[in-house]
């Protein structure tokens, strides 16, 4: 691995402890709260690619599993893993991974592309990881935890959006795109 690429890994992870550090929404009716680091992994899979992206991912979960307080609201450490979020934040570097993977397969990228994919792989792959894990972790119905979840939808469909014309800009832009060159290449 060279120098370059532990830099963007590390720079993502810190994009995701960044994106920890906007307080989350708590809702009453769920212990998941609503938070911006979705949009991170979207990032991080867009723009670092498939093997990068999950790589940031992982790096940046095994920072909170050592206690380090980057997810929203300041929580950190083993007990995260076994809270009703823990499906979710497993999804995360698989998620970064098939976005990079998938948008390494088109020739020209155009910014419907990369929207499609946040939208259907990306936050539809958080939710079928993360809703089975938070009804089994809460002892509901898988059904019930999709009813729950439905109000996540409104937020992550405007982070898929974001993400989509930050990735898109940021492939399109000179000077990264040559940085960012070598990364494009690597699928896995």
């Not at 990068?52 to 980057?70: D, E, K």
Request: charged residues 10%; proline residues 6%.
């Amino acid at each position: 691995m060279k120098i370059r690429e532990i830099t963007f890994v590390a720079v993502f992870a810190a994009v995701m402890g960044a994106l920890g550090l906007v307080p989350p929404i708590t809702l009453s009716f769920t212990p998941v709260p609503i938070t911006l680091q979705t949009l991170g992994v979207l990032l991080a899979g867009g723009v670092l690619g498939a093997r990068l992206g999950a790589m940031s991912q992982t790096i940046f979960l095994l920072l909170v599993a050592a206690g380090m307080p980057l997810l929203s609201g300041g929580r950190g450490g083993l007990s995260v893993f076994v809270g009703p979020s823990v499906g979710y934040l497993i999804s995360w570097p698989i998620t970064a991974f098939c976005i990079g993977y998938l948008l390494s397969r088109f020739q020209a990228l155009k910014i419907q592309h990369v929207l499609l994919i946040n939208l259907t792989v990306g936050i539809l792959l958080v939710y079928l990881i993360g809703i089975p894990v938070q009804a089994f972790m809460m002892k509901i119905p898988v059904l019930n935890a999709v009813k729950l979840s439905l109000i996540y939808i409104p937020g992550d469909i405007l982070k898929a959006i974001l993400a989509s014309i930050l990735v898109f800009r940021l492939r399109k832009h000179p000077v990264i795109s040559r940085s960012f060159a070598a990364v494009y290449t690597k699928h896995i």
